[in-house]
């Protein structure tokens, strides 16, 4: 397997997962990549992250068409999560057990954790490391993915290794921005924030400020994230979507997520998704029966409400739905309106469980829950109807 | 003296733990924690808890 060759002494040296799918919880449906690279100088030879456990022989096939691996001098880690540093203990086994690797203190200690026993020479870096002849600037970004994420600058060249940052989930044999349409990558990189980011909003836009103030941003030329491809045509196309999804705005959109037993909440969900769209909202149908958890929360990015369908099953919410909150839950969604509603049998405590979980999560629920007993009739609709306008107009009034 | 959570990361700081690694004693109610003090696994600041229970 080749090498891919970004500047005169910077390669791309990852792997390609075109089959996986579930990625800790999150559908991938065109797999992903786990990206390496490689800063080849006369003085030193310096590798940037490594790849998912499973993936060094292709990791090592890469390097040893540019080098041979044991002429490695140190390891980067950016990131201490396993699919960039599950490669860890075998690869430095190939280069030399005794090189060095470098990450943030955070990184040095969970990586310590994940690896006891491996023998890594763990050393935390402290601001800059010579890689021969030039420095790789160090900016610590806590929470952008984990605590112990950083991002790697080579100043000389432009380029920023932003590990998690920037990145999204596509297995192609392309690899850069200009070679990928934004109608492909677009929903893919929305995709990705939501599911990953979005908790961090916060620190992520603060870390945007620093970058643009710093002045760091005007040197950047090239984006190597470790997913996806090589932001080189155009790097501030992604770095001004992340300018604009840090702020989850609300867009006059609203979506109906559910599951059903016997039909009647889906019965629900059809006639709420027709009333939202007929007051002009851009309304969604997401069916937690066939739509994952991730799919339905990227949806979910940038409406302005999310309205929770389910059942009641032995006292309690539908099992997909109560899923799919706990997600949402660990997302801290901000500016979000919500509602409940579900058919039930007898006791009927779904629908209540839903809009109580949806209250302490903070949303503005401008309508109490809309419960029916077994199969919705005409009748049963009225209710449906009235929290439709109440979410369009708490909507409207937001977006 | 209550506990205070990070709402970014969900660290927990414990007034009776306090944070001796950066310089806060045992017994240190949040509010006296200096401004400049920031959560010890991810870097958010004081703003950025809240208090628990």
């Given at each position: 397997m080749e090498p891919i060759q970004i500047t005169p002494n910077v390669w791309w040296v990852g792997a390609v997962d075109y089959d996986i799918r579930d990625f800790h919880g999150y559908l991938t449906p065109r797999g992903s990549t786990y990206n390496a690279y490689?800063?080849?100088?006369?003085?030193?030879?310096?590798?940037?992250?490594?790849?998912?456990?499973?993936?060094?022989?292709?990791?090592?096939?890469?390097?040893?068409?540019?080098?041979?691996?044991?002429?490695?001098?140190?390891?980067?880690?950016?990131?201490?999560?396993?699919d960039h540093s599950g490669g860890l203990p075998e690869v430095m086994r190939a280069i030399g057990p005794d090189k060095p690797v470098y990450a943030s203190a955070v990184g040095v200690k969970n990586l310590d954790g994940q690896f006891k026993g491996a023998g890594l020479n763990l050393k935390a870096v402290e601001g800059k490391l010579d890689v021969g002849g030039e420095e790789l600037v160090f900016l610590e970004t806590r929470m952008v993915h984990w605590p112990d994420s950083m991002f790697s600058?080579?100043?000389?060249?432009?380029?920023?290794?932003?590990?998690?940052?920037?990145?999204?989930?596509?297995?192609?044999?392309?690899?850069?921005?200009?070679?990928?349409?934004?109608?492909?990558?677009?929903?893919?990189?929305?995709?990705?924030?939501?599911?990953?980011?979005?908790?961090?909003?916060?620190?992520?836009?603060?870390?945007?400020?620093?970058?643009?103030?710093?002045?760091?941003?005007?040197?950047?030329?090239?984006?190597?994230?470790?997913?996806?491809?090589?932001?080189?045509?155009?790097?501030?196309?992604?770095?001004?979507?992340?300018a604009r999804w840090v702020q989850q705005k609300p867009r006059k959109k609203a979506v109906v997520v559910f599951d059903s037993m016997w039909h009647s909440t889906e019965h629900m969900a059809r006639e709420l998704t027709d009333y939202l769209a007929k007051l002009g909202l851009e309304a969604v149908h997401q069916n937690l029966k066939h739509q994952h958890r991730s799919q339905a929360v990227t949806e979910c990015y940038e409406a302005a409400a999310i309205l929770v369908g389910t059942p009641t099953i032995n006292n309690q919410l539908f099992p997909s739905v109560a899923d799919f909150i706990s997600y949402i839950k660990g997302l801290k969604f901000k500016n979000k309106i919500g509602g409940a509603f579900g058919s039930y049998g007898w006791s009927g405590e779904g629908a209540k469980l839903a809009q109580a979980e949806l209250k302490a999560m903070g949303y503005e629920l401008p309508a109490d829950e809309v419960r029916v007993q077994w199969v919705p009739q005409e009748k049963d609709l009225e209710p449906l109807k009235a929290l439709a306008r109440a979410v369009a107009e708490a909507v409207k009034a937001v977006a | 003296m209550k506990k205070h959570v990070c709402i970014v990361c969900g660290y927990v700081y414990d007034p009776a733990s306090g944070d001796p690694d950066n310089s806060v004693a045992p017994g240190t109610d949040f509010s006296q924690v200096p401004g400049d003090w920031v959560c010890p696994v991810c870097g958010a600041g004081k703003d950025q808890f809240d208090a628990q229970g």
């Open positions: 490689l800063i080849v100088n006369s003085g030193k030879t310096t590798l940037i992250d490594t790849v998912k456990h499973g993936f060094e022989d292709e990791l090592l096939s890469r390097i040893a068409k540019i080098v041979d691996p044991k002429k490695i001098d140190q390891v980067v880690s950016n990131h201490a999560e396993m600058f080579l100043p000389s060249q432009g380029v920023l290794f932003s590990q998690d940052g920037f990145g999204l989930h596509l297995a192609t044999p392309e690899r850069f921005d200009d070679e990928i349409a934004e109608d492909i990558w677009g929903p893919l990189a929305l995709n990705y924030f939501a599911n990953i980011l979005t908790p961090y909003t916060g620190p992520i836009g603060k870390l945007i400020e620093k970058v643009v103030a710093d002045g760091l941003a005007a040197q950047i030329k090239i984006i190597c994230p470790d997913h996806g491809f090589i932001w080189r045509r155009a790097p501030s196309r992604i770095l001004e979507l992340y | -």
